[in-house]
């Protein structure tokens, strides 16, 4: 079993930056791909930003791409999202995901590939 815990949300005003902190419990962390997602109220949950096992290797959405950057530690089990230019559209409850089967590689991008899920963090972005 992993175990994933979020850390790093609050509040801040547009233009800001955030960097969202995930912990891993589990040996095995370096093997899997990680994930980051929001939720917006009434939205479904979609992909942010992925980054393969040894991290050489990182994907992001369409909304985020040049302002977040995923990045991880695998001696402290941890993956980060650093999030700059923020927007009030990026306001979300964040959640990191882990892959325990990745492609050779790669991360997926969708929320069905990955097994294991943090409880989430709450960013607010305010106008």
């Known amino acids: 079993q992993v175990q994933l815990v979020e850390s790093g949300g609050g509040l801040v005003q547009a233009g800001g930056s955030l960097r969202l902190s995930c912990a891993g419990s589990g040996r095995t962390f370096s093997s899997f791909a990680m994930g980051w997602f929001r939720q917006a109220p009434g939205k479904e949950r979609e992909f942010v930003a992925a980054?393969?096992?040894?991290?050489?290797?990182?994907y992001y959405s369409d909304s985020v791409r040049g302002r977040f950057t995923v990045s991880r530690d695998n001696g402290k089990s941890t993956v980060y999202l650093q999030m700059k230019r923020l927007k009030p559209e990026d306001t979300a409850v964040y959640y990191c995901a882990a892959d325990q089967t990745p492609p050779m590689g790669m991360a997926r991008t969708t929320v069905h590939g990955y097994d294991y899920w943090g409880q989430g963090t709450q960013v607010t972005v305010s106008s």
């Open positions: 980054i393969s096992w040894g991290g050489d290797t990182t």
